[in-house]
């Protein structure tokens, strides 16, 4: 879904209804803001096929995303956004969740799977 067809769904199909209840149950009210849309999960060497899989995954993956990641066993590396390709490449890291990593580029290594979407930035 993009990010007009995110907005239809807010705003015309129920899916704040349905966002507020889901989010209520942790006494929170959620807002759509932004136009990002669900972006996918990130670029991984491997896999990954549940939880299970993020145990001594090395990925760089900043926020929130890196907390989860880390609660999974995984190891977070804060690494800048221009060094991503070569340490994915080299084997410094093992996964990324930078969006347009590769989305523009046709340097895109075989061996990285996408996996997603699991995130939601709304």
């Not at 879904?1 to 966002?19: C, E, I, N, T, V």
């Amino acid at each position: 879904m993009d990010a007009q067809g995110m907005s239809a769904w807010f705003h015309g199909g129920d899916g704040l209804k349905l966002w507020e209840k889901a989010w209520a149950l942790f006494n929170l009210i959620p807002r759509p803001g932004g136009s990002a849309g669900v972006q996918m999960g990130g670029w991984f060497n491997k896999k990954i096929n549940g939880i299970d899989d993020f145990k001594g995954l090395k990925m760089r993956i900043p926020g929130l995303g890196g907390m989860v990641v880390d609660k999974a066993g995984g190891t977070v590396a804060l690494i800048t956004a221009d060094e991503i390709l070569i340490n994915l490449e080299r084997g410094v890291i093992y996964a990324s969740e930078l969006e347009f990593l590769f989305s523009y580029s046709s340097e895109c290594p075989r061996s990285f799977l996408m996996a997603g979407p699991i995130f939601s930035m709304i």
